[in-house]
């Protein structure tokens, strides 16, 4: 099965940055993809994003460490995040497990557009933004 991996350094404590990402009902306050969240049961989500409807289970949670999930009706069979602390700083990398060789270049751009909406939104929190006030922009996060 092939395999996507794509990290990126974001100024902030991993365990600010490990919140962010634990928190499944804020997606749709940054992820510039989903729209809607709705929690089924504790570890499943239902995700309405521009790309579709996708079925979120996450299978693995090691606070600051890694998380896992499975997704189903998404290209993506599985999506993991592993933090790596720096001080001050945390390194978080990507991966995602896919079905066709073919979909890496669009689930490339994907997560790229991902790791742009997680940047700009942890630098929004780290200066002192409130999620409540937080408008995610197309713009700001193709830039980052």
Not at 83 to 109: A, C
């Amino acid at each position: 099965m092939p395999k996507l991996e794509m990290k990126i350094e974001l100024k902030a404590p991993v365990e600010k940055v490990y919140g962010i990402l634990n928190d499944y009902m804020g997606l749709p306050i940054w992820n510039i993809v989903v729209k809607e969240i709705e929690q089924l049961e504790p570890k499943k989500y239902f995700i309405k994003s521009n790309v579709g409807d996708i079925m979120n289970i996450e299978i693995e949670n090691i606070p600051n460490k890694r998380m896992t999930s499975i997704q189903e009706g998404s290209p993506m069979e599985k999506i993991g995040y592993i933090f790596k602390p720096l001080g001050d700083k945390t390194e978080v990398t990507i991966w995602t497990e896919f079905e066709l060789e073919n979909q890496r270049s669009v689930l490339g751009i994907a997560t790229d557009l991902f790791l742009k909406s997680l940047k700009v939104y942890v630098d929004y929190i780290m200066a002192g933004g409130k999620p409540e006030e937080y408008k995610k922009s197309f713009e700001e996060i193709k830039n980052a």
